[in-house]
């Protein structure tokens, strides 16, 4: 379950687990690349950048474009004692209220607005964002705050549910990248680098949340950095016969990454676990520690159901952990696949988590 942390410890103490917050931050931009519409990282790429400030001068920069162009609309339902008919008549409760004899009638009628539950959650991520980015920035955080309540934007902050549910249409696409970039600061839960006296989840804790966002992040780098198609497909099992429900009840196979070199493909399975299982013997580099004999066998599946499909390219894989401190990056070869074994440490800075995703990747000359 989800903690809540009641103190918050000084900025250069913050850890999450055993990663610096501001890798998380690292972490969930990376991860919002494909969200973000190739808008890049900028000077997120700097070991030395204030990952807060960069998205607050992201989103800053996208509501003040929305501001000029107007902010989007959307309808309300409101109840209001009216001396004209709009709407539905409320019979019952002019009767109820004797409205006729004042000259009113209760009408229910939709009408336009800007306080949308869109807007008042880009309000809100706005307003988080400054009490975390650089002063200059939390100013401008604040004033592009102070001119969507202007604009009529005065309601509470919405909850999860409610902006899952929003959709963004065809016609309100223009308002992507801006709920995008609200969400790094709010439907994820970003904790703060500063003080606060608010309450922060501490996302770490919840295994699942971080197991995915390693995931998405590692996904979105490698859109981002790459030059090469990345995407998730669904395989297919090799099934030559079954039982009438056996095929109903097979598991989904999809893979977590597949990059798309000229002349291989490389199916990249995310875990957020530790590399190896056992304990090391002393003066032994690995001493009794294994591999993880379930995950080779669930990446080979991969690669099989992979190979299958035909194709002159040939298909590797590769099982990235993170670490903390050591790093492995060995291989081994089955047949006509090759796998490599990897770690990135996520206490490093960003521009050597970087360098890290990028090395694990390169072309497999020990593997030819």
Not at 34 to 41: D, H, N, T, Y
Not at 102 to 115: I, M
Not at 176 to 203: C, F, G, H, N, Q
Not at 347 to 364: D, F, K, M, W, Y
Request: net charge positive; hydrophobic share 40%; glycine share 6%.
């Amino acid at each position: 379950m989800m903690e809540l942390a009641t103190s918050v410890e000084p900025v250069q103490e913050r850890f999450v687990g055993r990663i610096p917050v501001r890798n998380l931050w690292l972490l969930m931009l990376y991860a919002a690349q494909s969200e973000l519409a190739g808008r890049g990282l900028g000077g997120a790429e700097s070991p030395d950048a204030h990952l807060p400030d960069l998205l607050a001068e992201l989103l800053t920069h996208e509501v003040n474009l929305r501001m000029r162009r107007d902010l989007s609309v959307g309808y309300r339902s409101r109840q209001d004692d009216l001396r004209r008919l709009r709407g539905r008549v409320d019979q019952l409760e002019t009767e109820r209220r004797q409205l006729l004899s004042r000259g009113l009638v209760a009408c229910t009628f939709s009408e336009l607005t800007r306080d949308t539950i869109r807007n008042r959650y880009v309000k809100a991520a706005l307003l988080v964002l400054a009490r975390t980015a650089r002063s200059e920035l939390a100013l401008d955080c604040r004033a592009a705050a102070a001119m969507m309540e202007r604009s009529g934007v005065v309601g509470p902050r919405p909850g999860r549910a409610l902006i899952a549910a929003d959709k963004t249409a065809r016609h309100d696409a223009q308002d992507a990248t801006m709920i995008a970039l609200a969400k790094l600061a709010l439907l994820w839960e970003i904790p703060s680098e500063e003080m606060s006296d608010r309450p922060i989840y501490l996302p770490s804790r919840e295994e699942h949340w971080v197991r995915r966002l390693f995931e998405r992040a590692v996904f979105g780098f490698y859109q981002h950095a790459l030059k090469v198609p990345v995407d998730a497909p669904k395989l297919d099992w090799q099934i030559r016969a079954a039982s009438a429900g056996a095929r109903a009840l097979m598991p989904e196979m999809r893979t977590d990454i597949r990059l798309r070199f000229p002349d291989r493909q490389l199916i990249i399975d995310t875990k957020f676990t530790e590399i190896t299982t056992g304990t090391p013997t002393v003066g032994d580099r690995y001493g009794k520690e294994t591999f993880k004999s379930g995950y080779i066998y669930q990446l080979l599946a991969y690669l099989r159901a992979m190979a299958a499909l035909g194709g002159t390219e040939r298909v590797d894989g590769m099982l990235l952990h993170p670490s903390v401190g050591a790093e492995v990056n060995e291989w081994v070869r089955f047949d006509s696949h090759s796998v490599r074994f990897a770690t990135v440490d996520l206490t490093g800075t960003a521009g050597s988590i970087r360098e890290r995703l990028l090395q694990v990747v390169g072309p497999p000359s020990t593997l030819s």
